[in-house]
């Protein structure tokens, strides 16, 4: 599927088979929120972002109403993939919102403002995608770009 932001005038190409996969490890953890982080990479002028895989956290925290997840023992993980596919890096989060909106939360928007301003991540833009679920599929789902303190969401 291809998303896109006019604003910016640039799109997401994400396949159904990922989508699906991250639809799947969603509605597994219902009624619970989970996620993950998005791996992906831009074509030459960086108007078009691939995301190609997920890497899922070792060690998190899922509720009803929060996901949060921790870097503790995914570096090994984040070693093997760029060392597998070397052009291919961290590019977003994504997580569920069980029987919820995609709309994003103050704290989803404080997570990727925490991630910008960490040294040792170097992400700008990083993307954002909010996938509502139920128990059996998928709701609804939207993609979002941060961008100077906002997200600009895709369509």
Not at 78 to 94: A, D, I, S
Request: overall charge neutral.
């Amino acid at each position: 599927m291809i998303l896109k932001n006019t604003d910016k005038n640039v799109e997401i190409l994400i396949s159904n088979e990922l989508f699906k996969k991250l639809s799947t490890y969603g509605i597994n953890e219902f009624p619970n929120e989970f996620g993950g982080f998005l791996i992906g990479y831009y074509s030459n002028d960086f108007k078009t972002l691939t995301i190609s895989d997920t890497i899922l956290p070792k060690v998190y925290t899922g509720t009803p109403c929060l996901f949060q997840r921790s870097i503790k023992g995914i570096q090994k993980s984040f070693k093997e993939f760029y060392e597998r596919k070397p052009n291919q890096y961290y590019v977003g989060e994504w997580h569920t919102h069980p029987n919820g909106s995609t709309q994003y939360s103050s704290t989803d928007l404080q997570a990727m403002t925490n991630i910008v301003n960490c040294e040792t991540v170097r992400i700008t833009n990083p993307i954002l995608l909010i996938i509502s679920t139920n128990k059996t599929d998928v709701n609804n789902f939207r993609f979002y770009l941060y961008e100077n303190g906002e997200l600009l969401p895709f369509m």
